[in-house]
């Protein structure tokens, strides 16, 4: 099993930053073809935020294009999601998740992390 685990979320001002991270760990050996950051706000779908591959291509949704910046670490199984510029229309819960492959690169699923809510005030 693999498990993911978002830090960093909390309450910002419209104009501040935040600095998410989501940390994967497991028992057995796993590698993480790309990971992605979503978003759902209340009354809203889950939206696509960011996307990073292990080469290290990344997406962007437009709402948050050149606002966010989407990093990892291969090696230590992270990423990071670093929000500025924030306005209360980012307020949501975001998750990240990860593709993930196991032993002699056996596809094992998709993980989602539980979530960390992120609250801009205006």
């Known amino acids: 099993q693999v498990q993911l685990v978002e830090s960093g979320g909390g309450l910002v001002q419209a104009g501040g930053s935040l600095n998410l991270s ?3 760990s497991g028992e ?3 590698s993480i073809n790309a990971w ?3 978003r759902e706000a209340p009354g809203k779908q889950r939206e696509l935020v960011a996307r990073i591959t292990s080469g290290g291509s990344t997406n962007y949704a437009d709402a948050v294009k050149g606002r966010f910046t989407v990093s990892s ?3 230590k199984k992270t990423v990071s999601l670093l929000l500025n510029s924030l306005t209360p229309e980012d307020t949501a819960v975001y998750s990240c998740n990860a593709d993930i492959y196991g032993p ?5 699923g ?9 609250t801009v005030s205006s």
């Open 28 to 30: 057995i050996f796993f």
């Open 104 to 108: 002699q690169l056996i596809y094992q």
């Open 22 to 24: 989501c940390a994967a």
């Open 110 to 118: 998709l993980y989602w992390g539980q979530g960390i809510q992120v």
């Open 73 to 75: 670490d291969n090696a």
């Open 36 to 38: 992605n950051w979503h």
